[in-house]
């Protein structure tokens, strides 16, 4: 008896062909490779007990980075925690290989434990008494170890607070009476002293001599100011340092009956992010303040700056040696982590393989060997596999990071690179080795006399796809008919104003792949198009969201279609940008950060949720993601030597790059 074959439909044939296509490409694909570069914002640094070459550190979106031998190399153990702001982290003193972390997870902050030195992590959520202590843990506040009885925790929080006798496993909650606590420190010698710093009606500091089952307000001298910090010398308890409101400091003798200010040199309003002793001698204190980096050799009568090799970036914590008191690292933002052999008086980069990067845009061309990744801590260059070189010259300004509003490779000459930023153009001809600021021509005496002086701003820019030498350049803010965008046809030594038809607003994207043909992504209006060099515009993009249009990127293998990325998600169009429709899939409704399209037509879009790709124009997608330690992708780009790589710049992880699929 002959089988019976189903017959599928055309669509359905063409849907499979895809799929197998998709699968098969994905399975001789190379997995994603980590690029770099080194760098990230670094905001607390814990050495471990009994392991002192173990360090951990807490980074802004990066996850928490371990080093296995103080701070010279760095490896991320495990991704959990990736995406979040990691407020501190703090090695458990009383079990190897436990560490602590506090998550800044906007609007549920919460307490997170490793058991395994970083590389896997669960959220503390034992129930006590109803309720959910990782749910109440608040935002960047420590806990709190007892160093002669390292088994108990403390977890202040605002009103009901939690505390641990038995090393995490079981938790109790309590209540400090008329005071919210911000802070707690348990005296080195005596764990049932304990001292509880925040606010209240009268008091803003209690303290507790039988481990917590009773508080007596103390602090006499203390201003109205909320505690934020508590510190405890542990060779001599009865000094207790405390920071309340910026960075005010105050220190008593007396186990915190009385205190005296101390004269930190901080601004009135600068924040003091860390307080902390030198383990090798406790006359030494350390503040890591929005005011710099401050040492006392005399426990705080007097100050010295000390900070000279950690760059523009603030110190945020510490971390000592204790082999060699004098061998130290600090956390800042920037390359991340610095190291000190002297004590502190001068500082190295110390951050190899800390690749915490937060990636805003990425700048490539697939034929040209160099890509330029912006990132929240300046710009950075990538010329050869792994070789990052921070950008600054010709466009730094008083020592601060670079930040451009982009760069611009020019197609038909690799070698050729455009930078822009605000009303100042740059041009390379060497592949972004060096740049030559533009020296556009001023209004002629005639156009003045005109009252045409305006001059091109470069919020956005794009070269004609017919003439190399036609340049447009999109502005920050000109309101005036027709300023919206402005013309060279000289290759940039002058511009004139080329946006009839455009409203007066900021121009935030400018693409086109045909001769004459121009498309304006303009704030608040939507889509405009030109069909003739600029001399008029009409609005285009029926179909588009009412939101944010974040990119703009035309098909250079079929011009007629575009894409662009919103918060609504990726929005498709086949007839020049006159109308558009939401791509489904797995982008339906997604919040697409970026979006970039191949030579031959493969489409890449970014989201929170990793990166996807298109085979048939856009028609369907299919996600790229799997080996991605951070699915929080902000930028793409098709670059490096023919035929290119695809990299993906995330939020906390620095770049990646894969082969195209």
């Not at 760098?39 to 928490?64: I, Q």
């Not at 153009?425 to 592949?431: I, K, L, P, Q, V």
């Amino acid at each position: 008896m002959p089988v019976a074959h189903a017959v599928l439909p055309k669509s359905a044939v063409a849907a499979l062909a895809l799929a197998i296509a998709l699968f098969h490409a994905t399975s001789a694909r190379a997995g994603w490779r980590a690029e770099g570069p080194d760098l990230g914002a670094v905001l607390d640094l814990s050495v471990e007990p009994g392991r002192p070459d173990t360090v951990y550190a807490a980074t802004h979106n990066g996850g928490v980075w371990r080093s296995d031998d103080f701070g010279r190399t760095w490896t991320l153990p495990g991704a959990d925690l990736t995406g979040w702001r990691v407020e501190w982290v703090e090695a458990d003193p009383g079990t190897p290989g436990t560490v602590w972390a506090g998550v800044d997870d906007p609007g549920e902050p919460a307490l997170y434990r490793s058991r395994d030195r970083g590389a896997s992590w669960e959220r503390v959520t034992d129930r006590v008494q109803g309720g959910a202590l990782g749910s109440v843990h608040a935002t960047g506040v420590r806990i709190a170890f007892a160093p002669s009885k390292p088994a108990e925790i403390w977890v202040p929080s605002t009103n009901l607070h939690f505390r641990s006798r038995d090393g995490g496993r079981t938790w109790s909650d309590f209540r400090v009476p008329d005071q919210d606590a911000y802070a707690i420190a348990v005296d080195a010698a005596d764990p049932r002293v304990v001292y509880a710093g925040g606010r209240g009606q009268t008091h803003q500091l209690s303290r507790s001599d039988d481990g917590g089952g009773t508080w007596k307000k103390v602090g006499a001298g203390l201003e109205e100011r909320s505690v934020s910090i508590l510190l405890v010398d542990p060779s001599q308890s009865a000094t207790v340092y405390l920071v309340a409101g910026f960075a005010d400091l105050w220190k008593s003798t007396d186990r915190g009956e009385s205190f005296a200010k101390l004269a930190l040199p901080a601004g009135a309003t600068d924040d003091c992010y860390r307080l902390q002793l030198d383990p090798s001698d406790p006359r030494v204190l350390w503040a890591a303040t929005e005011a710099g980096l401050f040492r006392s050799p005399d426990g705080g009568a007097t100050w010295a700056r000390r900070e000279r090799g950690t760059g523009r970036y603030l110190v945020r914590a510490v971390a000592f040696d204790p082999r060699e008191p004098r061998r130290m690292l600090a956390a800042s933002a920037g390359v991340g982590v610095y190291r000190s052999e002297d004590g502190g008086e001068s500082w190295s980069a110390s951050a190899s393989g800390l690749a915490a990067g937060w990636i805003e845009g990425l700048h490539g061309l697939a034929g040209a060997p160099v890509l330029f990744a912006q990132t929240s801590v300046g710009l950075y260059r990538l010329e050869g596999e792994g070789r990052w070189s921070e950008v600054q010259a010709p466009f730094e300004s008083d020592d601060k990071a670079v930040e451009l509003d982009g760069l611009l490779f020019d197609r038909r000459a690799a070698g050729t690179v455009w930078a822009f930023d605000g009303s100042r153009a740059w041009r390379s001809m060497d592949g972004g080795r060096r740049f030559e600021e533009l020296k556009a021509k001023e209004p002629s005496l005639r156009e003045m006399m005109k009252g045409d002086l305006a001059s091109a701003q470069f919020h956005s820019l794009t070269l004609d796809a017919g003439d190399p030498q036609v340049v447009y350049a999109g502005s920050w803010s000109h309101d005036e008919p027709g300023q919206a965008v402005f013309k060279s046809v000289d290759g940039g030594k002058s511009f004139k104003p080329s946006g009839n038809g455009l409203p007066g607003a900021a121009v935030t994207a400018l693409a086109g792949e045909s001769p004459g043909e121009v498309f304006a992504v303009v704030a608040e209006h939507g889509l405009f198009r030109t069909g003739d060099g600029g001399r008029s515009w009409a609005a285009a993009g029926r179909g588009l969201p009412e939101v944010e249009l974040r990119q703009l990127a035309v098909d250079p293998s079929v011009p007629a279609r575009l894409y662009v990325a919103t918060e609504q998600g990726l929005f498709r169009s086949v007839d020049q940008g006159a109308s558009f429709a939401a791509v489904g899939g797995p982008l339906a409704g997604e919040d697409v950060e970026a979006v970039v399209v191949a030579a031959d037509g493969r489409v890449f879009a970014a989201s929170f949720h990793g990166v996807f790709w298109s085979a048939d124009g856009g028609a369907s997608f299919a996600p790229l993601t799997e080996g991605l330690p951070l699915a929080d992708v902000r930028a793409l780009s098709v670059a490096g030597p023919a035929p290119g790589r695809l990299y993906a710049g995330t939020a906390g992880t620095s770049v990646w790059s894969i082969e195209l699929p």
